[in-house]
């Protein structure tokens, strides 16, 4: 049976897991109107680190705003929510999930209802472990198209966008792909379920652009730094779907993939079938963060 960790903190107080709870008729339950955040921390040589939560609440409130959702604390008291569910739990490399949703208050679309908040946070190591990260994943391309951004936007990580990336990941599963990676609705490529993509050409980083309907990762955004600090070109460009076929390597990323290689997609070997040289660096870049071989220039390490 899944185990949970003991305390979570929801609206404004440190409770126990168990008693974390909404009520059924919840305005986000019938309507998908959460915003919410996936934050990891990092047990680092200089003690555990949230990696750019900074960033990762500026990103929750900017989604917030989008459905007009009055967060009743500030980004402070976030923060130390935080902090405080990581240490009461006494969790070091761990997933942080701050979620914002409209509560009960009303059953109208438009209804004003009060906003409530949890924060958890559970153990969470390396996703999949050293072999995936060398020999990669397989996925497909999805028969689900991305929204289009004059539907949902997807620059707002909210609970309703999650259909599509449920419906995306689901069918990938059940056809035995690792992961699904869908096109947007101009028919180029947009993204994964729940990650970023980049295809590596004569030695550059291509990746896609905020108008495919991607929500603009945060890990996206640290490898794009890394990259071009390491002296890697960075192309943000749309990118048809033959262009994964044709790639020298391919990876997706995100808070909770970090760096993965995909080794074929749609049956295709990708380059070489394995981590290939750039990903590799990028990874060596990314995990250098955490293990103190990349000097974190940026103050993205933030103490818990
Ligand atoms: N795209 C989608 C749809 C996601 O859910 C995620 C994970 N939050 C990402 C991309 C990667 O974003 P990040 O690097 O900020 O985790």
Redesign the pocket.
């Known amino acids: 049976a899944q185990q949970y960790p003991e305390w979570i903190w929801q609206n404004g107080a440190i409770k126990p897991w168990a008693e974390a709870t909404a009520h059924v008729m919840s305005h986000a339950l019938h309507y998908g109107s959460s915003v919410f955040e996936?934050i990891r921390s990092y047990a680092t040589p200089d003690g555990a680190a949230i990696f750019r939560l900074t960033d990762?609440l500026s990103r929750l409130y900017h989604s917030a705003k989008i459905y007009d959702m009055v967060l009743p604390y500030t980004r402070d008291e976030l923060a130390a929510a935080c902090r405080e569910v990581i240490k009461k739990n006494g969790l070091s490399a761990a997933y942080l999930r701050p979620v914002a949703w409209r509560g009960l208050g009303g059953f109208g679309l438009s209804a004003e209802t009060p906003i409530d908040v949890a924060v958890a946070a559970w153990p969470m190591g390396p996703y999949l472990g050293p072999e995936a990260l060398e020999q990669g994943i397989t996925a497909c391309v999805s028969s689900w198209q991305r929204f289009a951004p004059n539907t949902i936007p997807a620059g707002a990580?909210a609970g309703g966008?999650y259909l599509s990336?449920q419906l995306i990941a689901r069918e990938a599963r059940r056809l035995g792909f690792g992961e699904g990676i869908a096109l947007a609705s101009s028919g180029l490529l947009s993204?994964?379920?729940?990650?970023?993509l980049f295809l590596v050409f004569d030695g550059a980083l291509h990746t896609t652009p905020a108008s495919a309907s991607?929500?603009t990762?945060?890990?996206?955004h640290s490898l794009i730094t890394l990259a071009r600090e390491d002296g890697i070109e960075v192309i943000e460009r749309d990118i048809p779907r033959e262009y994964l076929y044709l790639a020298d390597e391919v990876f997706m990323?995100?808070?909770?993939a970090e760096v993965t290689p995909i080794r074929a997609i749609d049956g295709k070997q990708v380059g070489a079938g394995k981590a290939g040289r750039v990903t590799r660096r990028i990874q060596e870049l990314f995990f250098g963060l955490f293990n103190g071989k990349t000097n974190d220039q940026w103050g993205w390490l933030e103490p818990v």
């Open positions: 996936g990762h990580k966008n990336g993204e994964g379920a729940g990650e970023n991607i929500l990762g945060i890990t996206r990323c995100g808070t909770a």
